[in-house]
Protein backbone atom coordinates (compact mmCIF):
# COMPACT_ATOMS: atom_id res chain seq x y z
CA UNK A 1 0.00 0.00 0.00
CA UNK A 2 2.84 2.51 0.82
CA UNK A 3 4.47 1.83 -2.45
CA UNK A 4 1.04 2.96 -3.83
CA UNK A 5 0.94 5.81 -2.35
CA UNK A 6 4.39 7.18 -3.47
CA UNK A 7 3.97 5.51 -6.51
CA UNK A 8 6.64 2.87 -6.75
CA UNK A 9 4.45 0.16 -7.51
CA UNK A 10 4.21 1.56 -11.50
CA UNK A 11 8.12 0.21 -11.66
CA UNK A 12 7.43 -3.39 -9.63
CA UNK A 13 5.00 -3.97 -12.19
CA UNK A 14 7.22 -4.14 -15.30
CA UNK A 15 9.43 -6.09 -13.27
CA UNK A 16 9.82 -9.57 -14.92
CA UNK A 17 8.61 -11.04 -11.47
CA UNK A 18 5.22 -12.68 -11.47
CA UNK A 19 2.37 -12.28 -9.16
CA UNK A 20 2.49 -14.94 -6.88
CA UNK A 21 6.51 -14.13 -6.34
CA UNK A 22 5.55 -10.34 -5.89
CA UNK A 23 3.05 -11.18 -2.97
CA UNK A 24 4.99 -13.81 -1.53
CA UNK A 25 8.10 -11.16 -1.54
CA UNK A 26 6.03 -8.54 -0.06
CA UNK A 27 4.45 -11.11 2.82
CA UNK A 28 7.21 -12.90 3.81
CA UNK A 29 8.95 -10.61 6.36
CA UNK A 30 5.36 -9.96 7.83
CA UNK A 31 5.46 -13.84 8.74
CA UNK A 32 8.92 -13.32 10.01
CA UNK A 33 8.01 -11.19 12.30
CA UNK A 34 4.74 -12.85 13.47
CA UNK A 35 6.52 -16.24 14.16
CA UNK A 36 8.96 -14.12 16.17
CA UNK A 37 5.93 -12.41 18.09
CA UNK A 38 4.66 -15.26 18.67
CA UNK A 39 7.66 -17.24 20.13
CA UNK A 40 8.32 -14.22 22.54
CA UNK A 41 4.68 -14.05 23.53
CA UNK A 42 5.06 -17.91 24.66
CA UNK A 43 8.52 -17.24 26.00
CA UNK A 44 6.92 -14.23 28.24
CA UNK A 45 3.46 -16.38 29.50
CA UNK A 46 5.88 -18.79 30.85
CA UNK A 47 8.89 -16.34 32.33
CA UNK A 48 5.75 -14.36 33.37
CA UNK A 49 2.49 -16.85 34.44
CA UNK A 50 4.49 -20.25 34.34
CA UNK A 51 2.13 -21.35 31.44
CA UNK A 52 3.52 -23.30 29.18
CA UNK A 53 1.95 -25.42 26.74
CA UNK A 54 0.33 -29.30 27.77
CA UNK A 55 0.68 -30.32 24.38
CA UNK A 56 3.21 -29.68 21.70
CA UNK A 57 4.15 -26.84 20.62
CA UNK A 58 4.85 -27.78 17.49
CA UNK A 59 0.74 -27.99 16.86
CA UNK A 60 0.59 -24.19 17.72
CA UNK A 61 3.36 -23.03 15.11
CA UNK A 62 1.32 -24.73 11.96
CA UNK A 63 -1.91 -23.36 13.46
CA UNK A 64 0.21 -20.23 13.79
CA UNK A 65 1.87 -20.82 10.16
CA UNK A 66 -1.77 -21.30 8.69
CA UNK A 67 -3.18 -18.38 10.56
CA UNK A 68 -0.54 -15.89 9.62
CA UNK A 69 -0.71 -17.17 5.82
CA UNK A 70 -4.44 -16.31 5.90
CA UNK A 71 -4.48 -12.96 7.72
CA UNK A 72 -1.46 -11.45 5.35
CA UNK A 73 -3.84 -10.70 2.81
CA UNK A 74 -6.84 -9.25 3.95
CA UNK A 75 -6.09 -5.57 3.01
CA UNK A 76 -4.65 -6.77 -0.14
CA UNK A 77 -7.21 -4.03 -2.54
CA UNK A 78 -6.68 -1.50 -0.24
CA UNK A 79 -5.41 2.21 -2.00
CA UNK A 80 -4.14 4.25 1.06
CA UNK A 81 -2.38 3.44 4.20
CA UNK A 82 -5.20 5.31 6.09
CA UNK A 83 -8.09 2.77 4.34
CA UNK A 84 -5.51 -0.53 5.31
CA UNK A 85 -5.47 1.03 8.78
CA UNK A 86 -9.89 1.39 8.86
CA UNK A 87 -10.08 -2.01 6.72
CA UNK A 88 -7.72 -3.86 9.61
CA UNK A 89 -9.61 -2.60 12.31
CA UNK A 90 -12.92 -3.94 11.38
CA UNK A 91 -11.55 -7.43 10.20
CA UNK A 92 -9.73 -7.21 13.51
CA UNK A 93 -12.46 -6.62 15.71
CA UNK A 94 -15.08 -8.42 14.43
CA UNK A 95 -12.66 -11.04 14.41
CA UNK A 96 -11.76 -10.67 17.98
CA UNK A 97 -15.17 -10.25 19.01
CA UNK A 98 -16.41 -13.69 16.83
CA UNK A 99 -13.39 -15.85 17.16
CA UNK A 100 -14.33 -17.11 20.62
CA UNK A 101 -11.07 -15.53 22.69
CA UNK A 102 -13.66 -13.53 24.91
CA UNK A 103 -16.76 -14.81 24.69
CA UNK A 104 -17.13 -18.82 24.26
CA UNK A 105 -18.80 -19.01 20.69
CA UNK A 106 -21.50 -21.31 22.51
CA UNK A 107 -22.85 -18.95 24.65
CA UNK A 108 -23.60 -16.94 21.30
CA UNK A 109 -27.13 -16.38 19.48
CA UNK A 110 -27.10 -19.03 17.07
CA UNK A 111 -26.90 -16.76 14.25
CA UNK A 112 -23.61 -16.05 15.19
CA UNK A 113 -22.05 -19.20 16.01
CA UNK A 114 -22.66 -19.73 12.47
CA UNK A 115 -21.39 -16.54 11.57
CA UNK A 116 -18.31 -18.06 13.32
CA UNK A 117 -17.70 -20.67 10.90
CA UNK A 118 -16.83 -18.19 8.35
CA UNK A 119 -14.06 -16.45 10.50
CA UNK A 120 -10.01 -18.22 10.82
CA UNK A 121 -9.47 -16.87 14.25
CA UNK A 122 -12.41 -19.57 15.33
CA UNK A 123 -9.77 -21.94 14.21
CA UNK A 124 -6.69 -20.19 15.46
CA UNK A 125 -8.01 -19.48 18.97
CA UNK A 126 -9.15 -23.66 19.23
CA UNK A 127 -6.05 -24.54 19.04
CA UNK A 128 -4.28 -22.47 21.20
CA UNK A 129 -6.54 -22.70 23.65
CA UNK A 130 -7.00 -27.04 23.28
CA UNK A 131 -3.33 -27.11 23.13
CA UNK A 132 -2.14 -24.99 25.87
CA UNK A 133 -4.98 -25.93 28.28
CA UNK A 134 -5.76 -29.57 27.33
CA UNK A 135 -2.80 -30.91 25.81
CA UNK A 136 -4.92 -31.78 22.63
CA UNK A 137 -2.78 -33.80 19.92
CA UNK A 138 -2.19 -32.64 16.12
CA UNK A 139 -4.41 -35.50 15.16
CA UNK A 140 -7.64 -34.53 17.12
CA UNK A 141 -7.28 -31.20 16.04
CA UNK A 142 -7.00 -31.97 12.33
CA UNK A 143 -10.82 -30.19 11.21
CA UNK A 144 -9.07 -26.68 12.48
CA UNK A 145 -5.95 -26.91 10.15
CA UNK A 146 -7.81 -28.15 7.63
CA UNK A 147 -10.09 -25.03 7.59
CA UNK A 148 -6.81 -22.71 8.35
CA UNK A 149 -5.63 -24.18 5.33
CA UNK A 150 -8.37 -23.00 3.16
CA UNK A 151 -8.97 -20.35 3.86
CA UNK A 152 -5.59 -19.31 3.19
CA UNK A 153 -4.94 -20.98 0.10
CA UNK A 154 -8.29 -18.99 -0.91
CA UNK A 155 -7.22 -15.69 0.32
CA UNK A 156 -3.79 -15.90 -0.84
CA UNK A 157 -4.84 -16.72 -4.33
CA UNK A 158 -7.61 -13.94 -3.96
CA UNK A 159 -4.62 -11.87 -2.99
CA UNK A 160 -2.54 -13.37 -6.37
CA UNK A 161 -5.64 -13.09 -9.09
CA UNK A 162 -6.93 -9.24 -7.98
CA UNK A 163 -3.15 -8.21 -7.67
CA UNK A 164 -3.40 -6.34 -11.41
CA UNK A 165 0.39 -6.46 -13.00
CA UNK A 166 0.60 -4.04 -16.11
CA UNK A 167 3.69 -5.29 -17.87
Do not use: C, D, H
Not at 67 to 74: D, E, L, N, P
Not at 91 to 116: C, K, Y
Not at 130 to 139: E, P
Amino acid sequence: VSEKEIGTIEQINVTPVSRLSFTLAKLIPYWIIGFLVLTVAMVLAWLVYGLSPEGSPGSIYLAALLFVFTMSTIANNSSTMQQTMFVMFFFVMIFILMSGLFTPIESMPTWAQWITYILPPRYFVEVMRSVYLKGTMFIELWPNYVALAVFAVLFNSMAALTYKKQA
